[in-house]
């Protein structure tokens, strides 16, 4: 797969209102060329902030991780489609059913309207999990959290998603396991300069490249550096070197 340096790199707008918003997209353009639109900003501005960034010229990832039944997420699925977004996920614990569901109905619509499919993720465990919560809630014992991000990494791949969202310290066993065109994102990136606020397993982008991880979701290291078309140019730089 040959995605460029500019489009691995994907700027988390995490921020409260339309303004704020306009207020980033200003900064960092034409420095990046793709953004997250999460739970927040979707709740607070819905669609427009997607067209607003579309307009530009950009490209989205929208994650919103659908978690319901087959026909419900096929259909918010179908609704992202039609709404232009390049990309977005939904929890692999919905099961085969509502990812096979869901990435059909898409596959199917993008094929008949001769228009490219939005790449479709699946997320498994959410790294804000630890091994003492994840028994809790899903009371399985004898898995480690690890043995179940690869089953639901493979559940997500045979469901037919193209790929899962994935902690930095998950990229080499997916990537192992999963085979080279299964797209791994990764959140939790850090470059050396910056602070890590409170992420705790981190890479810099160099490292989660080199790892084999795809595209990086980076927040704050931009969105809160003095100077966030700067940072996020150093970022793209340094993922160039990684994949020369
Ligand atoms: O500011 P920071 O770079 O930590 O932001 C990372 C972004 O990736 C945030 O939007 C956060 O919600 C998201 N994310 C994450 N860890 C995950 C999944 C998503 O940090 N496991």
């Given amino acids: 797969m040959s995605i460029s340096a500019r489009d691995r790199l994907i700027a988390a707008l995490d921020v409260p209102d339309l303004k704020k918003a306009k207020e980033l997209l200003d900064r960092l353009d034409p420095s990046v060329n793709f953004y997250k639109v999460g739970n927040q900003l979707f709740t607070s501005c819905g669609p427009q902030i997607v067209e607003l960034i579309k307009e530009r010229g950009h490209k989205v990832f929208l994650d919103l991780k659908y978690h319901d039944i087959p026909n419900t997420v096929a259909k918010a699925a179908q609704a992202a489609y039609e709404l232009g977004v390049d990309m977005f996920n939904m929890h692999a614990m919905g099961g085969f059913s509502m990812m096979e569901t869901a990435a059909a109905a898409v596959t199917s619509s993008a094929s008949s309207d001769k228009r ?127 994949i020369k």
């Fill in 116 to 242: 490219p499919k939005p790449v479709m993720l699946g997320v498994t465990v959410l790294t804000s999990m630890d091994e003492a919560t994840f028994q809790d809630v899903l009371g399985i014992p004898g898995r480690s959290i690890d043995e179940q991000v690869l089953h639901l990494a493979r559940l997500s791949q045979s469901a037919g998603l193209d790929g899962v969202v994935a902690s930095p310290h998950e990229i080499a066993m997916l990537r192992k396991n999963l085979g080279k065109e299964f797209v791994i994102l990764t959140p939790g990136i850090r470059p050396a300069d910056s602070s890590s606020d409170d992420q705790k397993r981190f890479l810099t982008p160099g490292q989660a490249i080199k790892t084999g991880a795809d595209y990086l979701v980076v927040g704050r290291p931009i969105t809160a550096a003095p100077d966030p078309a700067s940072a996020a140019q150093k970022i793209i730089k340094e993922i160039e070197d990684a």
